[in-house]
């Protein structure tokens, strides 16, 4: 049929078969706006537009709905370059993180305008409330309208010695992602690349006997299929992390075993989506089902299925895996003697937690576009680890490594869920094997069933003496790692390195066995281990202040480290190899504490009738950065006109990383941040760099920028010496952009004129590596008040309070958004997030509207972020790491605000209303 | 395509042949498409017939047009006025994206036993108008996603008689933790110096449909508002829903929550006597 609407004031006349969905057609316009967070359930709201005025969901529309309508998307919002007054309010207010859902966010928000020129926070919260975002926990967006009202929003700055670093400036990519120009991968995949649609094992446990695609084969533009006949044989590991990495080499492209649902069995790849789908349907595969393991107390019976054998599962670094047995690996360690310290103690507490599969939910899936190109693959995809996906499709596909170019392209939130090659690896595989572009974007089912958080079981076991001073704590974490084993090692250990050294306990230790289970695969998400661990811990001790009868506060400041405790436990937390004790270089800790102590005990409880409160607190660290392992690299250029470009490698996921390396150039070179354009993570134009997770953005990448500013700094200041013929001792770099002595100075325009002209020295370019046996530690104490609902079960958080030792935050307003989109996170978490099986291993809530995620309802009536300056001699610019300490204080906080209003202890996520209920009646 | 047509007046559904699946605002059928599980329906889309768009006024009724949408109940304030649980509970249903399609007769006929706009239809004594008949509402479901609806019988108008009576909404847990806390309370009563009277009460979402407590109603009959009354109204609620879970806990907390909302919803009223 024939429609004709009107698009951004354009008329568009169409010919559309009336079953077409109105997102696909937008997008088939070239409009990037409207995104697809869900798989087309109405729950996301990513796909909004203005029908008539109306908000809707474009993916619950149909072609003929559309007839004779006028239709508005945010490409309509902007004219020209200049961009609508909703759009530069987003940018002032800093709530733009990955921008994959703010598009949508900034149509629903004109379209309360629309109706009401001063909304109140309930017409606020209502209006919002169909967009889903997963990075900034919408607490900025309020101050979207307050900026719309012309207040200024003042955040407040730090570092009064600098001019750019604590300051609060735009994000460096803000205005693409406000205006919907091309910055994702799905952006950029040509007409005529190929879909993939994956087949996936319907089965946990099976080995494939045959498996027949002749019938597939034969249908009409299907072009390529890929099974474990013809796929590449090389065992890899998924997990990008520095090689050699510290997980087992367990995985195939398409295996010939397959261990849980979900299991890739053959890959299509077709002229659409629907049509790889249909034919994938016609692949017959004959399997042995095996005995699946979903427990890992099945998982460690001597007779126990076995999932993978010794030849299939490769272990690089020997880190006690015992595959026969279904064990990843074992590690244990610890300094004094847990025996001795509980025969000091006055008070002794051992009580074990359980957390689940849990699941990322980045509101743009996994996709991947790969082509070759005069001989080369090349792969655009939403990764966190650029170079590591390049070397490990060049290791799958036994290419050299200068074969393969991998680009990070805009990421629509990664939290851990793109550390690993998750797709790139078929991708590139198809995309090399048969010669033809290939684009694959898993659909929020699959996000939901291939990967997630471990599910950990944690024994803490601490005692103390009389007066709080905590002689010994002990850790014992079993974790259900699933199928395969990236990060298996490394994500239930990061929980032991990062709450153990909080405390100057002489005796600690820890024991930590990964098992391998026919579940889901797991790996890194935000937090790596320390969300859970950290609940484990904060709640022991809190347990044994209640025992002890001593308030918690008092027991922690007996036992916190401060700057420069000697932390000799690190010695003995490498991953997979000694680590380094460390003398911590600074610490804010405890005036993290005494802050929010102070502003909580301003808040009274009240209790009414069955509504009961309490309050709560937790502390925390982080890392930085994994030191002694990973590395990060830039290079920096001067422009002919005396403008800078910057390189890095680091691959910004929304977090701000870019913004921050260009912060810190800038004010090492004493320009404003304008004078430097970033290019990032393209392993062909830009150096190496880890990427992007361990914490390692802005101390790492940030470090770097740094190090290359600073050569830039030398040869600026040498090559001016040369020209003006003084010894370099005598040349200076000022403000704005100038060189020279007291006498004379050069511009930096003239500088580059000089230098780039015929009888210069060419181009100035200066790089730097960074790589440290130190970095700083990152320091937190969240605070809560709850309300529990003790006819219901039904909690509330209240209020919230955070404080964090981030050294110097180098952007106030990203640093805030970080933290406010961890603790909502985290919320979910606590309350409600859980990945639910049947007995066949069957995800029973693999979408949104049986897996919800916490929408800006959510939000408590109160939260506050704020922080605590704090120098470190390691680097001049301390940017210490936010993003993944923010996750490991609401669970314990508000774990503990409920013990306090109830007396009740809750040990296992999630806290749902039924569970609350059940501890309140059996108390 | 054939099988999709589109119909834009009343009259022309006598026109159609084959049996069909009636599409308005489609919110509840579209996510169903994409799986493939309507791939055999012969769609007609009853979006565009404008009659069944309105609302009007009578002299003892209001007659809502099929077609009205959540969004439209929550802006034209004859809903306040005379149909307040059924205003109440489009203020909570969705997202605006989602009540901007939502229809009051896509939600019946769904037949969801957590439709939002069900428990206030109950209470508010509304009558199913179809092309073929009028019923009470009371007789219009027969189980979860079941009516009493035939083969190409469409909802054409639902009828609510304007009586001078209060009537609420609330539920509880939207979006939290799955769909298993999703508990809704309805109810209706004339306040005649302090004395409850015609009382209706609805719950939805703990049963196979919507239910009328009756016991509660006949508890509250004639009573005077009062603490101990509401603690009691809640105890007899709680006993009269009927949640089909799998987990014993997951029942005892759904109603629980059905005690607990009723008693927010007459609390509230309470203060305002006072
Ligand atoms: C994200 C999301 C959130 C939702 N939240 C809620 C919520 O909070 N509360 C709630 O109650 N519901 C909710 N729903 C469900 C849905 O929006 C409602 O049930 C809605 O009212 C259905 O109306 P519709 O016009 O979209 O129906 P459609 O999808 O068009 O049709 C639904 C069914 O009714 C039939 N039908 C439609 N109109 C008629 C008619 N006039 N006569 C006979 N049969 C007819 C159709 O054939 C179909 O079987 C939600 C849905 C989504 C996607
Ligand atoms: S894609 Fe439309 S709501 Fe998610
Ligand atoms: S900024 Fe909202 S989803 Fe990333």
Same mark, same amino acid.
């Given at each position: 049929m024939k429609i004709k609407f009107k698009l951004n004031q354009r008329t568009v006349e169409i010919e559309t078969s009336p079953d077409r969905k109105v997102l696909d057609i937008l997008k088939e316009l070239g409009i990037n706006s409207v995104r697809k967070g869900c798989d087309e359930e109405g729950k996301c709201g990513l796909c909004s537009i203005l029908l008539d005025g109306k908000i809707v969901n474009s993916c619950l529309l149909l072609a003929p709905q559309i007839d004779g309508c006028e239709i508005t998307t945010v490409e309509g919002l902007s004219k020209g370059n200049k961009l609508h007054k909703i759009q530069q309010a987003f940018i002032e207010a800093g709530v733009v993180q990955c921008g994959y859902c703010t598009p949508a966010q900034i149509l629903a928000v004109k379209n309360l305008l629309d109706r009401t020129k001063n909304p109140t926070k309930e017409e606020i919260q209502d209006a919002l409330r169909g967009v889903y975002c997963r990075c900034t926990g919408y607490k900025q967006l309020y101050n979207v309208f307050e900026i719309l009202k012309g207040r200024k929003v003042k955040e407040q700055e730090y570092a009064r010695h600098y001019k750019v670093v604590g300051k609060v400036t735009p994000k460096n990519d803000a205005i693409q992602?406000?205006?919907?120009?091309?910055?994702?991968?799905?952006?950029?995949?040509?007409?005529?690349?190929?879909?993939?649609?994956?087949?996936?094992?319907?089965?946990?446990?099976?080995?494939?006997?045959?498996? =027949?695609?002749?019938?597939?084969?034969?249908?009409?533009?299907?072009?390529?299929?890929?099974?474990?006949? !013809?796929? &590449?044989?090389?065992?890899?590991?998924?997990?990008?992390?520095?090689?050699?990495?510290?997980?087992?080499? =367990?995985?195939?492209?398409? &295996?010939? %075993?397959?261990?849980?649902?979900?299991?890739?069995?053959?890959?299509?790849?077709?002229?659409?989506?629907?049509?790889?789908?249909?034919?994938?349907?016609?692949?017959?595969?004959?399997?042995?089902?095996?005995?699946?393991?979903?427990?890992?107390?099945e998982a460690s019976q001597p007779d126990a299925p076995i999932i993978h054998d010794r030849d299939t599962s490769i272990d690089p670094l020997q880190v006690g895996g015992n595959p026969k047995r279904n064990i990843v690996c074992h590690v244990e360690g610890g300094i004094g003697s847990i025996e001795k310290g509980v025969k000091e103690a006055d008070m002794l507490v051992e009580e074990s937690y359980s957390t689940p599969f849990i699941q990322h939910t980045p509101m743009e899936p996994h996709t991947a576009y790969a082509y070759m190109k005069n001989g080369r693959l090349i792969i655009h995809t939403s990764v966190q680890t650029p170079f590591h996906v390049r070397r490990i499709v060049s290791t799958i596909l036994g290419l050299p490594e200068n074969k393969v170019r991998v680009i990070k392209e805009k990421v629509g939130g990664g939290f851990g869920a793109k550390q690993d090659c998750g797709v790139e690896d078929l991708v590139g595989t198809i995309a090399y094997l048969s010669g033809k572009p290939v684009y694959y974007r898993m659909t929020r089912r699959e996000e939901f069933i291939v990967r997630c958080r471990p599910g950990l079981y944690i024994t803490v076991k601490a005692a103390a003496k009389k007066d709080g001073k905590i002689t010994a704590l002990s850790i014992n974490t079993k974790a259900d790692i699933g199928a395969y084993g990236p990060h298996a090692l490394t994500v239930p250990m990061n929980g032991c390195s990062k709450t153990l050294p909080l405390f100057t306990c002489p005796n600690m230790s820890y024991n930590v066995t990964s098992y391998y289970t026919n579940n889901i695969v797991s790996g890194a998400y935000q937090g790596y281990g320390v969300p859970q661990t950290n609940f484990a811990v904060m709640m022991t001790l809190y347990q044994l202040s209640q025992k002890l009868k001593i308030p918690f506060e008092d027991l922690l400041f007996k036992n916190l480290v401060k700057t420069g405790t000697r932390l000799e436990i690190l010695k003995q937390l490498g991953e997979g190899r000694e680590g380094l004790a460390q003398k911590l270089s600074s610490c804010g800790l405890q005036e993290c504490l005494k802050k929010g102590l102070k502003v909580m005990r301003t808040w009274k409880n009240k209790n009414k009738g069955h509504i009961v409160q309490g309050k709560g607190f937790a502390i925390a660290m982080q890392g930085s950065g994994i030191p002694g392992l990973d590395s990060a690299s830039a290079t920096i250029t001067m422009l002919s006109d005396g403008t800078f470009m910057l390189y890095i490698g680091g691959a910004d996921l929304g977090t701000g990383e870019e913004t921050v390396a260009q912060k810190i150039a800038a004010e090492e070179l004493g320009i404003s941040p304008d004078a430097i354009a970033v290019t990032a993570a393209d392993t062909d134009t830009t150096p190496f760099?880890?990427?992007?997770?361990?914490?390692?953005?802005?101390?790492?990448?940030?470090?770097?920028?740094?190090?290359?500013?600073? !050569?830039?700094?030398?040869?600026?200041?040498?090559?001016?010496?040369?020209?003006? %013929?003084?010894?370099?001792?005598?040349?200076?770099?000022?403000?704005?952009?100038?060189?020279?002595?007291?006498k004379k100075r050069l511009t930096f325009k003239k500088l580059a004129f000089i230098t780039q002209g015929g009888s210069g020295v060419g181009q100035l370019t200066a790089s730097g590596g960074y790589v440290t046996e130190v970095s700083p530690i990152p320091y937190a104490a969240h605070f809560c008040q709850v309300s529990v609902n003790t006819r219901t079960g039904f909690v509330k958080v209240d209020k919230y309070y955070a404080v964090h030792d981030c050294g110097i935050p180098i952007n106030p307003d990203l640093a805030k958004g970080q933290v406010y989109g961890a603790i909502m996170k985290t919320i979910g978490h606590t309350f409600y997030e859980k990945l639910e099986f049947d007995k066949n291993g069957r995800c029973l809530n693999d979408n949104f509207t049986n897996y919800p995620i916490p929408g800006i309802r959510d939000l408590p009536e109160f939260m506050e972020v704020d922080f605590v300056e704090v120098k470190d001699p390691i680097t001049p610019y301390v940017g210490k790491s936010i993003g993944e300490i923010a996750c490991n204080c609401a669970s314990p906080a508000i774990a503990i605000a409920i013990h306090q209003a109830t007396g009740i202890y809750l040990r296992h996520w999630p806290f749902r209303p039924h569970v609350v209920l059940e501890a309140l009646n059996s108390k | 395509m054939e099988k999709f047509i589109k119909i834009s007046k009343l009259a022309d559904l006598k026109k159609i042949k084959n049996p069909v699946k009636f599409l308005a605002g489609g919110t509840d059928i579209y996510p169903l498409l994409k799986d493939g599980f309507l791939e055999n329906e012969f769609f007609c889309d009853i979006s565009g017939i404008k009659e069944l768009k309105e609302t009007k006024i009578k002299k003892d009724v209001l007659e809502i047009g099929a077609l009205v949408t959540f969004s439209d109940v929550i802006e034209n304030p004859v809903f306040k006025k005379y149909a307040n649980a059924l205003y109440e509970s489009a203020l909570v249903m969705g997202s605006p994206q989602i009540r901007n399609r939502a229809t009051l007769g896509g939600n019946i006929a769904n037949a969801s036993p957590s439709g939002d706009s069900i428990p206030p239809l109950f209470v508010l004594k509304a009558k199913i108008k179809t092309n073929l008949r009028t019923v009470d509402i009371d007789r219009f479901f027969m189980g979860p996603k079941k009516t009493i609806l035939k083969k190409n019988e469409l909802i054409t108008r639902i009828i609510i008689p304007k009586e001078q009576k209060e009537s609420y909404f609330m539920k509880v847990g939207p979006r939290k933790a799955l769909a298993i806390s999703k508990v809704s309370v309805a109810m209706a009563f004339k306040m005649q110096k302090g004395v409850l009277k015609d009382v209706r009460v609805a719950l939805g979402a703990v049963g196979p449909t919507v239910l009328r407590a009756k016991k509660t109603e006949d508890f509250l009959e004639g009573k005077h508002l009062s603490d101990r009354i509401i603690k009691k109204a809640g105890e007899i609620v709680s006993s009269e829903a009927m949640p089909i879970d799998d987990f014993r806990s997951l029942a005892v907390y759904r109603r629980k929550v059905a005690g607990s909302i009723l008693e927010k919803i007459l609390e509230g009223r309470l203060k305002w006597v006072r």
């Open positions: 992602l406000v205006r919907a120009d091309d910055a994702f991968t799905e952006d950029y995949v040509a007409p005529d690349a190929l879909h993939i649609y994956v087949l996936k094992s319907p089965y946990p446990h099976a080995e494939i006997l045959d498996i =027949d695609t002749s019938e597939a084969e034969k249908m009409d533009g299907v072009e390529f299929i890929l099974t474990h006949k !013809n796929s &590449p044989k090389t065992f890899y590991t998924q997990a990008g992390q520095s090689y050699p990495e510290p997980s087992p080499y =367990d995985q195939q492209v398409i &295996p010939k %075993k397959v261990r849980f649902v979900g299991d890739r069995v053959a890959a299509v790849a077709a002229r659409t989506y629907e049509l790889a789908k249909k034919a994938a349907e016609k692949i017959k595969v004959k399997y042995k089902i095996l005995k699946p393991v979903f427990t890992i107390e760099d880890k990427g992007s997770y361990a914490s390692s953005g802005t101390f790492f990448t940030g470090s770097a920028a740094y190090k290359a500013a600073r !050569n830039m700094k030398k040869l600026i200041i040498k090559t001016t010496a040369d020209i003006l %013929k003084v010894k370099p001792s005598q040349v200076k770099i000022y403000p704005g952009g100038k060189v020279g002595t007291s | -």
